[in-house]
């Protein structure tokens, strides 16, 4: 089993759809975070997070430690989001899991 | 500007060829991750380095990959005898680090590498 799960793994959407993306995870983390990596680009931090949520304009990431879960949620969807989603935990000093990644396609 | 670089962009190279990729964190920064991202795959991770020292390269798939960070900045990473396996992007984070280690990660846009 992979010690960071993510869901769904691909997702298709209308413009203007709220989205979410979940994470789960099996390990003690000092931190999570979401990156976004469009085809061919790089990836880009979305969120850190170590308890409670954030959020950044349309996008909002929350974290429940007890039940070592995540969620990412993107509201009012555009075309533009349309990228790879990708969860990843990070354990003390150690290196960062990476999950499998979210394909979204947003489309007009 | 003040992002994480990556040299060279691309690189093709033939089997059997030596190669070298470089990634400058941003200035300061501790932790230093390197990834290889094959074709429609996450990243997986390589090694880690804190400060100069390799905490970590439980990731590199064989001897032939070697990762160094003599002083505590630059790193490279040399991959010798290159096989066409070894087609990929190679990613290069850096985090600056704080005490709970949950500082936000800056990644490079990555080199390219193929093997022909």
């Known amino acids: 089993k992979n010690e960071v799960e993510q869901s769904p793994q691909n997702l298709t959407a209308q413009e203007g759809e709220f989205i979410t993306i979940n994470c789960s995870y099996s390990v003690g983390i000092s931190a999570l975070h979401w990156l976004q990596q469009h085809p061919g680009g790089g990836i880009v931090s979305l969120f850190m997070l170590s308890s409670g949520k954030k959020k950044h304009g349309r996008l909002i990431a929350t974290i429940n430690i007890q039940e070592k879960h995540s969620s990412l949620h993107i509201t009012a969807s555009h075309p533009r989001d349309s990228a790879v989603y990708i969860c990843a935990v990070r354990r003390g000093q150690g290196n960062l899991i990476f999950g499998k990644g979210t394909k979204l396609s947003v489309k007009p | 500007g003040a992002g994480v670089s990556q040299s060279p962009r691309y690189k093709v190279a033939k089997r059997g060829q030596d190669v070298a990729l470089r990634c400058d964190p941003i200035s300061g920064h501790v932790s230093l991750f390197w990834y290889q991202q094959a074709l429609g795959q996450g990243p997986e991770f390589l090694t880690y380095?804190?400060?100069?020292?390799?905490?970590?390269k439980s990731g590199l798939p064989s001897d032939r990959f070697f990762a160094e960070r003599p002083e505590g900045s630059v790193s490279t990473l040399k991959i010798q005898r290159t096989q066409q396996e070894d087609s990929a992007v190679y990613l290069c984070?850096?985090?600056?680090?704080?005490?709970?280690?949950?500082?936000?990660?800056?990644f490079g846009n990555g080199t390219r590498l193929t093997v022909t």
């Open positions: 380095f804190q400060n100069e020292a390799q905490l970590d």
């Open positions: 984070a850096s985090s600056a680090e704080g005490q709970l280690y949950n500082s936000p990660l800056h």
